[in-house]
């Protein structure tokens, strides 16, 4: 190996890293209020907090184009049970980050998970 291939590859690693860290850095800000969007057909079907990592409910939701069933627990949110033939709300999983949707595109339904950042004052002087 030459010097140039090395001095490549430590640039790629050491790039790497940084993405890794400023990713890591950038997804853990904190939030006040978390809750859910149930949307269905573009409309509120329902909103749900997510702020107590204790609270535990399924949710069915029957619309016209068929039956969904949400679980909200440990401050997240997950499709449990779907009639669409493809189930992939099923299997995008368990969401718990402002910014995370699950869709199901056959019954029209969105969950989208909302937040506020927390404006984490220090002190404040007059």
Do not use: W
């Not at 033939?85 to 299997?91: G, Q, V």
Request: glycine share 8%; aromatic share 10%.
């Amino acid at each position: 190996m030459k010097k140039g291939d090395i001095l490549i590859m430590l640039f790629v690693v050491v790039l790497a890293i940084g993405l890794l860290v400023f990713y890591k850095i950038s997804t853990t800000q904190h939030y006040h209020h978390k809750y859910a969007v149930i949307m269905v057909d573009g409309k509120i079907y329902k909103k749900v907090s997510l702020e107590d990592v204790n609270y535990r409910e399924e949710i069915p939701i029957v619309t016209k184009y068929g039956k969904n069933v949400l679980l909200v627990k440990n401050g997240g949110i997950q499709v449990i049970y779907a009639e669409c033939p493809d189930k992939i709300c099923i299997k995008e999983g368990f969401i718990d980050k402002p910014g995370q949707s699950i869709v199901c595109l056959p019954f029209r339904m969105v969950v989208e998970i909302r937040g506020v950042k927390n404006a984490e004052v220090d002190q404040v002087v007059y």
